[in-house]
C-alpha cells in the first residue's frame, strides 16, 4: 500500500480573494493568473474607464444644477401637466451608478498593482453596460430639452476650478505607486517608454492646467465691487407659495431689495401674478372650477380669480422641501392665500420702498385686451401710488407710448443687446438669465452704467462667483440663503493662487520622482513577486534554500501488506 502525505501549506490571501472575487467571481486560488490581460478584457477595462469618465461628468453636472431644480421641474409640469420633484429619482440612479462604477475602477486598479489579470464577471460587464447606456440617454435628452443648462460647468468651474485641479493632481499623483510598480515588474523596454511617457503626459497637462483656468474670484480683494443687491424672484417661492403676497413679504423679511413677478391680464383687465398659462398648478382651480381648469388664465375675470385659493397646494406638494420648517402660524397664513393683483404688490413695493421688476404676458389675441395690455397696467401702476423710479418696465412693445404717459419708469429689456443698443433705445436695465453674460461682458455693461440683473440664483457660489464678477444685483427663489453671504466663498490674490499653484506642482512632483526610485528599489534584485506564494514546511527540517525552491513535497511512505 502507498500512503500520500502532502505536506503544502498555503497562505491565506483573504483581501485578495475578495479583490478577484468580487471584480471577477475568481474566488479560488488556481481559478486567478498573473498572466497578461486578453485583448478582449483590456477592451472592457477601456469601456469601463470611459463609463467611469462618462458618470464622474453626469454626477458633476447634476451636482451643480442644483440652482436649477425648480426650472427642471417646472419644465416637467409642462410637459406631463403633474407635478413631482424629477431630480429625487436621477440623483438617486446617478450617484448609485456613480458608486458602483467607481468601486469597480477601484478594484481594476487593485488588480494591476497585484499583478493579477484583468477578467471582469459577466454580470458587472452587464451592469457597466447599463450604466454607460442609460447616462448616454440621459445625457442626449438633457442636450436635446435643457441644452442651456450645459452653461453650469464652465461657470461652475469658474468656483470650482483651482481647487478640481488640486483633487485631480492628487490622484494622478497617487496613480505613480501603480505606474511605477508596473513599469519596475516588466521586462519589455517597450512597454516601459510607453507607460512612462503616456503617464508623463498626463502630468505635465495637469501641471500646465492652471495657465488656462480662469476665475473673477482671483482677484485683489480692494478691486471687489459692493455686494450684488438681490431681488425676490416670485417673493420667497421657497419659504411661501410664489407669487402671493406673503412669498413677498417673506422675501422683504430677507432684506431683499427689490420683487420680481410674473403678470398676466385677466378678461376683465385686471393684471394678476400667475407664472404659469393655467391655474392647475398653484389654486385649486380644479375645485371650485373644475369644468374650467384647463383654460387659460387671463381667461378668469378677476371676481373669479379671487374665489380661489393659492397657498394649500404649497403645504402639499412641498416643492422645495421646506414645509417642515414652518411654524403652525406660517401654515395658517399659506393655506389662506388668495391670487394677489399687480396693485397690490406695488402698493407693497411702495410701503417699504423697494424696486418692483414683472414680466408681462400678453393675452392671445382671442382675449378683450389683446390691444389694450399695456394700457391696463400703466393704469394698474398709477392706482398704486408706487413712485415711477421703483418699477422697472420690460415689455418692448410701445415703449415709446409707455415713456411718454410714465417717463420715470426705469426702462428695462429683457433681451441681450449691446451697450451701445441698449444707450440708444435709452435702457438702463438689463434683465438675463446668468448663463446668457460672461464676466467681461458683465464688465462691459457695467462701464457703460447699464445695470445688470441675473436671474436666477439660488446657490452662494454662483452669487459668489457673480459678486467677483461686478453684478449689480441678481434674482433670485433662495433669498434667505443669500442673505447669509457677506462674502465671497473664496477670494484669492493672483500672486497667492500661483504660490498655490507652484507648490502644489513641486510637491507632486517630488512625490513622483520619490515612488519611481522606491518602486525601483523594491523590486531590484526579484524576479517576479507572486503574491499567491505557496508556503511550504515538512517534518524534518530544511534548509532555507530548499524551501525556498520546493513548491510541494510528496512523502510517500508504505509497506508490503
Not at 214 to 243: F, Y
Not at 278 to 285: C, E, F, I, N
Not at 324 to 330: C, K, V
Request: aromatic letters at 12%; proline letters at 5%; hydrophobic letters at 40%.
Amino acid at each position: 500500500m502507498v500512503k500520500h502525505q502532502p505536506l503544502q501549506v498555503y497562505e491565506r490571501q483573504l483581501c485578495l480573494s475578495c479583490i478577484t472575487g468580487i471584480y471577477g467571481c475568481r474566488w479560488k486560488r488556481y481559478q486567478r493568473s498573473h498572466d497578461d490581460t486578453t485583448k478582449w478584457e483590456l477592451l472592457w477595462s477601456l469601456i469601463l474607464l470611459f463609463t467611469f469618465c462618462l458618470l464622474l461628468v453626469w454626477f458633476y453636472f447634476w451636482s451643480e444644477a442644483h440652482n436649477d431644480y425648480n426650472e427642471f421641474n417646472r419644465f416637467l409640469y409642462n410637459r406631463s401637466g403633474q407635478w413631482s420633484d424629477g431630480t429625487v429619482p436621477i440623483l438617486a440612479t446617478t450617484a448609485a451608478g456613480f458608486t458602483y462604477i467607481a468601486f469597480l475602477m477601484v478594484l481594476a486598479l487593485c488588480h494591476v498593482a497585484l499583478g493579477q489579470q484583468l477578467n471582469l464577471h459577466w454580470l458587472h460587464k452587464m451592469g457597466v453596460t447599463a450604466a454607460l447606456l442609460t447616462t448616454t440617454v440621459g445625457v442626449i435628452s438633457v442636450n436635446q430639452t435643457w441644452g442651456q443648462e450645459w452653461d453650469v460647468i464652465p461657470i461652475s468651474l469658474q468656483a470650482t476650478g483651482p481647487f478640481l485641479h488640486v483633487g485631480a493632481l492628487a490622484a494622478v499623483t497617487a496613480l505613480s505607486w501603480i505606474v511605477a510598480g508596473q513599469v519596475a515588474r516588466s521586462e519589455k523596454t517597450m512597454f516601459q517608454v510607453v507607460v512612462v511617457l503616456l503617464y508623463l503626459s498626463v502630468l505635465l497637462g495637469l501641471y500646465l492646467v492652471p495657465m488656462y483656468i480662469t476665475s473673477p474670484c482671483i482677484m485683489d480683494p480692494t478691486a471687489l465691487k459692493q455686494r450684488p443687491d438681490v431681488i425676490g424672484h416670485q417673493g420667497a417661492p421657497m419659504l411661501a407659495p410664489e407669487n402671493t403676497l406673503w412669498s413677498f413679504q417673506r422675501a422683504l423679511q430677507m432684506n431683499v431689495t427689490g420683487l420680481e413677478a410674473d403678470v398676466t391680464i385677466s378678461e376683465d383687465g385686471v393684471p394678476f401674478l400667475m407664472h404659469d398659462h393655467t391655474l392647475r398648478r398653484t389654486t385649486d382651480v380644479e375645485k371650485v372650477f373644475p369644468d374650467r381648469q384647463m383654460v387659460d388664465a387671463s381667461f378668469f375675470n378677476w371676481t373669479d380669480l379671487q374665489q380661489l385659493n393659492a397657498g394649500q397646494w404649497f403645504l402639499k406638494e412641498d416643492p422645495f422641501w421646506t414645509v417642515h420648517t414652518l411654524s403652525p402660524r406660517e401654515k395658517t397664513l399659506i393655506a389662506n392665500q388668495s391670487v394677489c393683483s399687480l396693485e397690490q404688490l406695488l402698493k407693497l413695493a411702495s410701503y417699504h420702498n423697494s424696486t418692483v421688476v414683472f414680466r408681462l404676458r400678453r393675452p392671445t389675441p382671442k382675449h378683450p385686451c389683446y390691444h389694450s395690455w399695456i394700457n391696463d397696467t400703466l393704469q394698474a401702476v398709477q392706482q398704486s401710488g408706487v413712485p415711477q423710479s421703483l418699477v422697472m418696465w420690460t415689455p418692448d412693445d410701445h415703449r415709446d407710448q409707455v415713456r411718454q404717459l410714465a417717463p420715470g419708469l426705469i426702462q428695462t429689456s429683457v433681451e441681450k443687446r449691446s451697450p451701445q443698443s441698449l444707450q440708444q433705445y435709452g435702457i438702463s436695465r438689463l434683465l438675463l438669465r446668468y448663463n446668457q453674460a460672461s464676466t467681461q461682458e458683465i464688465g462691459n455693461f457695467s462701464e457703460s452704467s447699464i445695470k445688470l440683473t441675473l436671474y436666477t440664483i439660488n446657490e452662494p457660489w454662483l452669487y459668489s462667483v457673480l459678486w467677483c464678477s461686478g453684478v449689480s444685483s441678481v434674482s433670485s427663489e433662495a433669498s434667505h440663503i443669500l442673505k447669509k453671504v457677506p462674502y465671497p466663498i473664496w477670494l484669492m490674490r493672483p500672486n497667492e493662487y500661483c504660490l498655490m499653484w507652484v507648490s502644489v506642482d513641486l510637491i507632486s512632483f517630488a512625490v513622483v520622482v520619490g515612488i519611481f526610485i522606491f518602486q525601483k528599489y523594491r523590486m531590484s534584485g526579484m524576479r517576479s513577486y507572486n503574491p499567491e506564494q505557496i508556503m511550504l514546511s515538512a517534518a524534518v527540517r530544511r534548509s532555507s534554500r530548499d524551501l525556498n525552491v520546493m513548491k510541494e513535497k510528496l512523502i510517500f511512505s508504505g509497506q508490503a501488506q
